[in-house]
């Protein structure tokens, strides 16, 4: 994987889980100096990187993707591709990859990474090569079929050759979302404490805060725990709520609540739709975060047919995938409960509702949107009045 510019070592006695690999990748240069004479080195040669290439190169310069220092060597790629693992062995879900159409950019040379007007990062191109990526498809999504979204990125978006190579780090993107580093989060976080990741890519109702706020209630979770809720805020898929609108209703949540045993903080990340590939991606990636346990639920991650409709996984492959590899990663998984709302009780888990034969009530994602579009009143117990008058206001304004 090369050297880096600077990696922090997990501190003994620190109360905080290690990394990745033992230690946490910075790779950003501080130094005017360097910096001017990296971006002299490019000799004008540059790659203008798309939103889910700057996101990639994000959480790699901040050690997010530790222990990468860079974009996977194509030794690299086929061994993740293959065998879910780096080359030393190293559990990793998915390669992190550049991909680029352009001839001249080869083996020996440096390149900047730019992205809407920033300079990000220059590159070392240590290597090129073409991807197997019908392979790639098939080995990481499960499937090699165009009616997998992450199929079609790989197939549709990607440039040809893919080339791999440290990287420097000059300029986090700028977004409308702050993205706290890794070296940032976990020195905010509590020493000697359990934090239990929730990972979500929608607006949070009232269902996800029973469940999240029960799972710091768990028994393989410690008392005096935090959840930390880390919202991916990258591109997801095309139907989904746009990042600004869902960073919006975290944020009126996180006023409303004001609750100290849930902490908030945004992932620079773009989903891969992968499932079970890409639940042990999310617990290496929280993992460098300061994370000790990850909720994950029925189909994570999980997507459908573009034509059919139908899964392209099972209901629980995710999360028997990540329960499998939770030790090798030093982390425990945490069940997501299949919350209902009943009539009698409020919110309870299905089974009780069924044993005491309660009354559930239902509000499908449809109905919803539908409800919101014609200004109608939504009911507390679905969602939170906050999250409900930002959305309003979005689908009055599309």
Not at 86 to 100: A, I, Q, R, W
Not at 191 to 204: E, H, K, M, T
Not at 306 to 324: M, P
Request: charged fraction near 20%.
């Amino acid at each position: 994987m090369g050297s880096v510019t600077r990696s922090f070592a997990s501190s003994a006695g620190d109360g905080k889980i290690a990394p990745h690999g033992d230690q946490l990748q910075d790779l950003m240069v501080r130094d005017a100096g360097e910096v001017a004479s990296l971006l002299a080195s490019c000799n004008g040669a540059s790659i203008e990187l798309s939103d889910r290439g700057a996101c990639d190169a994000e959480l790699l310069m901040v050690g997010g993707f530790s222990p990468l220092n860079g974009f996977m060597s194509e030794e690299a790629y086929k061994h993740v591709v293959e065998h879910a693992r780096l080359e030393n062995g190293l559990l990793f879900g998915l390669p992190v990859v550049m991909d680029t159409a352009d001839p001249t950019i080869v083996p020996g040379m440096k390149v900047l990474l730019t992205y809407n007007g920033q300079n990000i990062a220059v590159m070392e191109v240590e290597s090129r090569f073409k991807p197997n990526k019908p392979l790639e498809a098939l080995k990481c999504y499960g499937t090699s079929s165009l009616e997998h979204p992450g199929v079609q990125m790989i197939s549709m978006e990607r440039g040809s050759h893919y080339i791999g190579g440290k990287i420097h780090g000059l300029e986090l993107p700028s977004r409308v979302f702050p993205c706290k580093t890794p070296a940032e989060l976990r020195a905010e976080l509590p020493s000697g404490a359990d934090v239990v990741a929730f990972q979500c890519r929608n607006p949070i109702h009232r269902a996800h805060y029973e469940l999240f706020t029960r799972a710091l209630h768990a028994e393989n979770v410690k008392d005096n725990s935090v959840c930390l809720v880390h919202p991916t805020c990258g591109p997801t898929q095309d139907d989904d709520i746009p990042g600004i609108t869902r960073f919006r209703t975290y944020e009126v949540l996180k006023q409303e609540l004001n609750n100290d045993t849930i902490r908030w903080a945004y992932l620079p990340y773009s989903m891969h739709m992968a499932g079970p590939r890409e639940a042990i991606q999310h617990m290496i990636i929280r993992k460098n975060y300061g994370c000790t346990h990850f909720i994950i639920g029925r189909d994570m991650a999980g997507s459908k047919s573009s034509i059919s409709g139908e899964d392209f996984y099972g209901a629980y492959d995710a999360q028997d995938f990540a329960k499998l590899h939770a030790p090798e990663l030093g982390m425990q998984t945490v069940p997501s409960l299949n919350v209902v709302y009943t009539e009698e009780d409020g919110y309870v888990t299905a089974d009780v509702a069924e044993s005491k034969q309660l009354h559930v009530k239902k509000l499908s994602g449809t109905k919803f949107r539908q409800m919101l579009r014609a200004g109608e009143d939504i009911p507390e117990w679905f969602a939170f009045k906050s999250v409900v008058a930002v959305l309003r206001e979005e689908v009055q304004s599309s």
